[in-house]
């Protein structure tokens, strides 16, 4: 059985940081890309950040680059969102992925950025 496991959302204040975790089982967590995905109210899921099996590439979508960061610790079967600088329009439920042929998704964790 997979699972992917979120950690680390909850409420902070504009301009603060939070970490989130995301630990798998029941894969080989090496070989699959991770991502993480948010989703606000009346908008569609979409990539916020990625990260190669390796961990040698990331990307990010534009609206976070330069305040969040992606990492993985293979040896953990976990990856990491650093968000920095979090904004207002940084709230959502953000979803941990992880892509190699198929794909699974966390359950997703609610973020809040509000003073």
């Known amino acids: 059985q997979v699972n992917l496991v979120e950690s680390g959302g909850g409420l902070v204040q504009p301009g603060g940081s939070l970490r989130l975790s995301c630990e798998a089982s029941?894969?080989?967590?090496?070989?699959?890309?991770m991502s993480w995905y948010r989703q606000s109210p009346g908008s569609l899921r979409e990539i916020v950040a990625q990260i190669v099996a390796d961990g040698t590439t990331t990307i990010f979508v534009a609206s976070v680059k330069g305040r969040f960061n992606i990492s993985r610790d293979n040896a953990k079967n976990t990856a990491y969102l650093q968000m920095d600088s979090v904004q207002p329009e940084d709230t959502g439920t953000y979803y941990c992925n992880a892509r190699w042929g198929h794909e699974f998704w966390g359950q997703g964790l609610q973020v809040t950025v509000s003073s």
């Open positions: 029941g894969i080989n967590f090496p070989l699959y890309a």
